[in-house]
């Protein structure tokens, strides 16, 4: 058995570096800690969320897809992170729905992967 004691970074890929890194900036207020491997990879971090874009030409994230990043927010702000994705023209594909005591919401990234924003967290 192999002892994990956290998580080091999610890693996402993206077809286009510097529009990713604005999305996730202007999104979530990620900052820009590290570049890494050329001009193709970008470690940002926010609080203690350190997430990894990597650049693939022209990928695209298969619709049929489930790989889901998913963020905790407090009750107080869902309703907040809803209107601002309606602000940003961002495309919601699944709820705002009830789930366990909270509400869920999942949207797409300029790449079409899923983010989702939730509350309460799981554990």
Known sequence: ???I?????????????????NFYKEMFDFEVVESAGGADQAFLK???ILISLS???EYKSPAESKNCISFFVDEED???????????????????ENIRNGKSVIFLDPD???????????I
């Open 1 to 3: 058995m192999i002892i």
């Open 5 to 21: 004691e956290s998580i080091n970074h999610i890693g996402i890929t993206v077809s286009n570096l510097e529009r990713s890194v």
């Open 46 to 48: 926010m609080g203690d």
């Open 55 to 57: 650049e693939v030409s």
């Open 78 to 96: 869902f309703e907040d992170a809803l209107d601002e994705l309606e602000e940003k023209n961002i495309k919601i594909v699944h709820g705002p």
């Open 112 to 122: 079409d992967n899923r983010i989702e924003i939730s509350y309460p967290k799981i």
